[in-house]
């Protein structure tokens, strides 16, 4: 179609890591961390393009070796976004008209979640676009891991907080969660170029630094983040342990697929 959005998947991919240095090139049964996303990221037909943005060459080697696409970007960026921005302009942003950035910590990272979010950039004035899910256990509400968002009626965040908001003034006996139709992150952006443009150039904001979450930036400077809703799971690698789960899944896997 001659008006289908092109949109670039960027997957920052940083060597440093304070629980698991070189994350990207972990090894989960038999292919890189990176790699396993950026396969995953390539199954998706809403990408028109995906690169890896990296600061360290073993990376961006790495990345090319196995057939990726990649680019060096400067080692001081404060956050992915930043990242994102300028892989994006190294590219070529008039070339596109949004950006995904993809986390380069999800080897299992579903494509059809991809395409979730690409879609919410179609809706009428988004500029912004990140999911979430249904939570659906009372732990989520009280781990500070997860980041809980409130909506309007046109789904645009309000807020995104550590705190499980709303507070339930008058609570009734029985799971929290059965009471209101709580959302947890799913740590998914989606940006048009523009949007991406205009953020980057954003001053860190009070609410930012109190919950230690870039996206309240965004809200706090007057931009809108439309919230789509996911039934795909994430799964974050963040520490040893959740490493050895992606080894046992990838194993599960692949005895699924019939791979020895």
Not at 107 to 122: G, S, Y
């Amino acid at each position: 179609m001659s008006n289908q959005k092109r949109i670039i998947g960027v997957i920052p991919a940083r060597f440093a890591s304070s629980r698991l240095p070189g994350k990207p090139l972990l090894d989960i049964t038999g292919k890189s961390m990176v790699q396993r996303v950026v396969e995953q990221a390539l199954r998706c037909e809403a990408l028109a393009e995906v690169v890896v943005a990296t600061d360290d060459e073993r990376i961006l080697n790495h990345v090319e070796s196995f057939g990726g696409k990649s680019v060096m970007t400067a080692a001081a960026h404060s956050s992915g976004t930043d990242r994102c921005w300028e892989a994006v302009k190294l590219i070529g942003s008039h070339g596109f008209d949004g950006v995904v950035n993809i986390q380069g910590d999800e080897p299992f990272i579903a494509p059809e979640q991809i395409a979730e979010v690409c879609a919410c950039l179609d809706q009428p004035d988004v500029g912004i676009a990140t999911l979430a899910q249904v939570v659906q256990d009372d732990h989520d509400l009280d781990d500070p891991g997860e980041v809980l968002i409130t909506v309007n009626t046109e789904m645009d965040a309000l807020y995104f907080s550590r705190a499980a908001i709303p507070f339930l003034r008058n609570p009734a006996t029985g799971p929290r969660h059965a009471q209101f139709r709580y959302l947890k992150h799913v740590g998914l952006y989606a940006y048009k170029v523009k949007a991406l443009e205009r953020i980057v150039q954003l001053p860190p904001s009070p609410l930012e630094l109190a919950e230690s979450l870039e996206q309240l930036r965004w809200l706090e400077h007057g931009e809108r983040v439309r919230i789509g809703l996911t039934d795909h799971p994430s799964f974050c690698v963040d520490t040893p342990a959740d490493l050895e789960k992606a080894r046992a899944e990838a194993l599960r896997r692949d005895r699924a697929a019939g791979k020895s």
